[in-house]
């Protein structure tokens, strides 16, 4: 480790570490523009100066991001030449900005408001004809580029490259003519893109998604994590009167690091706020609430003990696969679930599995069938029907099969708002609610177990799962007091995995990376491979 | 001391290999190849205290003694800056032009003395004549079995490509010059790492200007007191001074460091043309800024032009008549500086582009008085602020316009509001 002091104060770093990491590890901000703690530092914006003093000498400014903290290193933020060395990059950063801040989607939450507050002068001297470059030019598929506001750090340029690995920007021209740009008629390829409204410490590069949805300072965040596949990112959700209108990545160093695919980042946005969705339940054809929904099916699923095929889903939270996995695994004939293969994944983040809780189900040990298999099990004339909490699967195995009754706890869109019939013409419909609606947690590929808050309040009269499944062991008499005698359900997940209890909100941000699982309890994780 | 870098100025094209060589080219090459080692030739040219002439003074053999003695895991390279890209400079123009061997037996010498069995030759794509007498002589060379898998039969490989650029100025900057070569933006590299711990292709480097080069083969044939007794103590040996502007005879002069500006003006170039007053001369190129005639005997050696608060630079004097009005010499430099600047740096990038805008307010005759404070805090906010040092050339012409000549700038600005149909010049409007 290296011991330095900064602005009078010793920290502890590793060796190697620069400057502007060892300033935030004592909550000491050095402002800056081109650094990012995920690309290479490029020592250009000249925004973290700094000073070194070495005794004897006079102080040395220097930039923060490209000086490797070293034994002995005494630092100073506050000196007079830094501080005026940063005021001067402010006030050059300034000269040509537009200050477009009423109008610009990145205003309350931008570098270069928040530095010009904290870091800059007054007032800015510069008196000239500003430069006038493209504003608003779409450059990919989600982006567009705003030239007159760009600062030109060139993060965009190098995540493309670094990260990406997909290197679609430059820096076109030079001097002051320089902007950032695409190579002619190739705009951005990418499942990264999103990233780049993102990194960009200005209003230059702006989400189509969000222009002039909201003013970030009315957006209620909220810390999730993205279901689009088994990685689940760390993300916030953002919303303003429960509609979702932005989807953003967490840092997190052992799930996604600083950022998220666009697959995850809009598929969420459409699927979190679907479009007609079922907000009524159903019993033979018949609108009825969602309680009497329930009921039926919970009478149902008592009278007719083991002789359903029940197949769970990986959409479900952590703690309602558990519940589910007790309350239903004794009525079912068969209890279990269609691994989901992986489609277009990338060696970045994006595994390709649409199924985000797959390794949960995988750890609790239900047991995986093939589409085939299941199909096959439902037409035996032992199985009298299916309940799944999927309702697209559901059609799929229904497909094949005759005479076989069909029930569904699933949130579905798309619907008429008079639409006649349950979905998928189930004999018992419960309306689901989305994962953003409660509170739970996903286990990822890596085994990191990851709390998902509640974003959104769930549309009356659907009924969230966990309601649904205490109906069903009231019901059908399934013991569950074992469950609910914990402190909450995630502590009773914990436990069951042999692991110490933890409840909900004693997780870490960042998640529980959990010791992988003892060779008993994963009995039928080969089933998946 | 006779002239050892001009002599074939005078041809109307290159000399070619037959000819150099019936004058004694590549005899200290061959010398080096077959019978001394790498730090004999850098002892030699250590002691002769050569110091580099891309304009940053700084001695060529303790550069060459920071190259691995043992190339580590790979090459390490030669690279020529045969950019020349600052205004009133063109010595190195005249040396490849006219005596391409001179610079190719000096860079012969110089890839022995740090291992290097490649030298990258990267030439200003303007110059187009130097280029084609290059390729010529490395082709006569090459021929010739002095360039290649043994040069002089040593066993060592030996081998120069040539490599043009595409018309930046920035691109004479030892590390833009190393992005451009590689194919990446012509933009600095922050330091450290050095050329010579991550140069070319990430390997160790030494970058050295096309007159450094060329003063080596006369130091092995000579030896290290010979060449100390031209130049200065701290500066020995002879320089090409290039003289350009309004002086009668234009042109490139051999001569000893330390010779004074006025010996060169007056004496070789026949002093200002016309028999005109001299309004300014500028020393070094343009980024070594404006000195008033009074300083005209100053000695042109780093030592000295550092004490006059300038610097020797490349050493191309521009001589500026009294017709040119200062704010329109310095407006053609601060665009020049605008529009070269690579951009990547902040305070560069706008302090050069907006210092260029002041400047043209002057030039139209709206200049104001708290513009001089302005321009102070621009190169304040700008210089050492940088990853290379852009911002002090361009501040060179700024700075001394303000410093030797701010009375004038006043005056002008004046004068052209009073009568704005004769402001003339530059019209370009930033
Ligand atoms: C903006 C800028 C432009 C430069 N242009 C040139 C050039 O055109 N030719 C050159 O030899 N050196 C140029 N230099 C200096 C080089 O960076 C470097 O110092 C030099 O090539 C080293 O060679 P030397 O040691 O033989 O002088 C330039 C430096 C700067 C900062
Ligand atoms: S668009 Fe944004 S991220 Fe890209 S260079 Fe400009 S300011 Fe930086
Ligand atoms: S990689 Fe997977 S979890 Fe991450 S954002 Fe993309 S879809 Fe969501
Ligand atoms: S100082 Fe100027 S020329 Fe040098 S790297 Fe920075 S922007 Fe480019």
């Given at each position: 480790m290296a011991e330095l002091t900064i602005d009078g104060r010793k920290v502890e770093v590793p060796p190697g570490t620069n400057l502007i990491e060892a300033a935030r590890k004592l909550a000491i901000e050095i402002p800056y523009y081109c650094y990012h703690p995920a690309l290479a530092p490029v020592g250009s914006c000249r925004m973290c100066q700094v000073?070194?003093?070495d005794p004897g000498k006079p102080p040395r400014v220097t930039i923060a991001c490209r000086t490797e903290a070293t034994n002995g290193l005494n630092v100073s933020t506050t000196g007079k030449d830094c501080v005026a060395a940063r005021a001067a990059t402010l006030e050059f950063l300034l000269a040509n900005h537009p200050l477009d801040c009423p109008i610009c989607d990145k205003a309350g939450e931008c570098d270069l408001q928040n530095f010009t507050y904290r870091h800059g002068h007054g007032a800015g001297r510069f008196s000239e004809p500003k430069r006038a470059k493209l504003k608003h030019e779409p450059i990919g598929d989600h982006i567009l580029l705003d030239q007159e506001r760009c600062i030109l750090c060139t993060r965009c340029v190098r995540f493309m490259g670094e990260y990406a690995k997909s290197p679609s920007l430059v820096v076109a021209g030079r001097g002051d003519r320089n902007v950032i740009a695409t190579f002619p008629g190739e705009p951005i390829h990418s499942n990264y893109e999103g990233n780049l409204a993102d990194i960009c410490p200005v209003g230059a590069l702006t989400l189509k998604e969000f222009r002039f949805k909201s003013r970030v300072w009315d957006l209620d965040s909220t810390e999730s994590v993205c279901t689009g596949c088994d990685r689940n990112c760390s993300i916030l959700l953002e919303t303003k009167r429960n509609r979702l209108l932005r989807v953003r990545p967490r840092v997190n160093l052992q799930v996604n690091g600083h950022f998220m695919c666009d697959v995850g980042r809009f598929g969420l946005l459409d699927a979190l706020n679907p479009q007609g969705r079922e907000e009524q339940g159903f019993v033979k054809g018949a609108r009825v609430t969602a309680a009497d929904a329930v009921?039926?099916?919970?009478?149902?699923?008592?009278?007719?003990?083991?002789?359903?095929?029940?197949?769970?889903?990986?959409?479900?939270?952590?703690?309602e696969l558990l519940l589910a996995k007790t309350v239903l695994g004794p009525l079912a004939r068969t209890l279990a679930y269609v691994p989901v293969e992986a489609n277009g994944g990338d060696a970045i983040l994006y595994t390709g599995r649409a199924a985000a809780n797959a390794k949960a189900l995988?750890?609790?040990?239900?047991?995986?069938?093939?589409?085939?298999?299941?199909?096959?099990?439902?037409?035996?004339?032992?199985?009298?029907?299916?309940?799944?909490?999927?309702?697209?699967?559901?059609?799929r195995l229904m497909a094949g099969t005759k005479g076989k009754r069909l029930a569904l706890i699933d949130v579905v869109a798309g619907r008429a708002a008079d639409a006649p019939g349950a979905p998928h013409g189930a004999e018992l419909f419960v309306p689901g609610t989305l994962f953003s609606e409660k509170d739970g947690t996903f286990l990822n590929l890596d085994g990191v177990l990851q709390r998902a808050q509640r974003a959104q309040r769930w549309p009356q009269g659907t009924i969230p799962e966990t309601v649904v499944l205490r109906e069903i062991a009231g019901a059908a008499k399934v013991d569950v007091t074992?469950?609910?005698?914990?402190?909450?359900?995630?502590f009773a997940l914990l436990e069951s995995f042999g692991l110490p209890g933890a409840t909900l909100a004693q997780l870490p941000d960042d998640g529980l990376k959990l010791a992988a699982a003892p060779a008993t309890a994963g009995a039928a994780a080969g089933a998946t491979a | 001391m006779e002239n050892y870098l001009s002599n074939e100025f005078g041809r109307s094209g290159p000399l070619l290999l037959a000819e150099a060589q019936a004058k004694g080219r590549y005899v200290q090459a061959k010398r080096v190849f077959t019978s001394l080692t790498p730090e004999q030739v850098v002892d030699e040219v250590k002691n002769a205290g050569l110091r580099g002439r891309g304009g940053a003074w700084f001695p060529t053999g303790i550069k060459w003694s920071f190259m691995p003695k043992e190339p580590l895991k790979g090459p390490s390279y030669l690279v020529i800056n045969a950019d020349e890209g600052e205004p009133g400079t063109f010595k190195d123009r005249q040396i490849m032009e006219k005596d391409p061997h001179l610079l190719l037996e000096g860079i012969m010498i110089g890839s022995f003395a740090i291992r290097a069995e490649t030298a990258f030759l990267y030439i200003r794509g303007e110059y187009l004549t130097a280029h084609d007498a290059l390729a010529t002589a490395i082709a006569e060379l090459e021929a010739a079995g002095i360039l290649g898998a043994s040069a002089f039969g040593s066993g060592r490989p030996m081998r120069i490509v040539l490599h043009r650029g595409a018309g930046a100025y920035i691109c004479g900057e030892e590390t833009a010059l190393l992005n451009s070569l590689e194919g990446r933006r012509g933009e600095p590299r922050p330091k450290p790492p050095f050329p010579a711990v991550w140069g070319a292709f990430g390997r160790p480097t030494s970058v050295n200007n096309v007159e450094t080069l060329a003063n080596v083969p006369a130091i092995l044939e000579r030896g290290a007191a010979w060449y100390k007794t031209a130049g200065t103590a701290q500066a020995p040996g002879h320089l090409l001074f290039g003289i350009s502007g309004a002086v009668e005879r234009p042109g490139c002069y051999e001569l000893p460091l330390g010779t004074t500006a006025r010996e060169l003006v007056e004496k070789w170039a026949g002093g200002v043309k016309g028999g005109k007053k001299m309004r300014a001369f500028i020393p070094g190129g343009a980024s070594t800024g404006f000195l008033p005639p009074d300083k005209l005997d100053v000695a042109m050696d780093p030592e000295s032009l550092r004490k006059e608060g300038t610097m020797l630079g490349t050493g191309g004097i521009i001589v500026i008549p009294e017709e040119v009005a200062i704010v329109d010499a310095a407006r053609v430099f601060s665009r020049f500086f605008r529009h070269e600047t690579c951009g990547q740096c902040s305070p560069c990038r706008e302090g050069s582009a907006w210092s260029d805008q002041v400047i043209a307010r002057f030039q139209r005759g709206e200049g104001r008085n708290d513009d001089f404070a302005l321009l102070e805090e621009i190169m304040r906010g700008s210089k050492q602020r940088t990853i290379c040092v852009f911002p002090e050339a361009f501040a060179g012409p700024l700075g001394s316009a303000i410093k030797h000549f701010k009375g004038e700038l006043v005056a002008a600005s004046a004068e052209r509001a009073a009568h704005p149909a004769g402001a003339g010049g530059a019209t370009h409007h930033g």
């Open positions: 000073e070194i003093l009921a039926a099916l919970a009478a149902t699923l008592a009278a007719e003990r083991g002789k359903w095929l029940i197949v769970l889903s990986a959409r479900l939270t952590t703690e995988e750890r609790l040990g239900v047991t995986a069938l093939d589409e085939a298999a299941a199909a096959k099990l439902l037409a035996e004339p032992a199985t009298s029907g299916l309940l799944s909490f999927d309702a697209a699967l559901a059609a074992a469950l609910v005698a914990k402190p909450d359900l995630t | -």
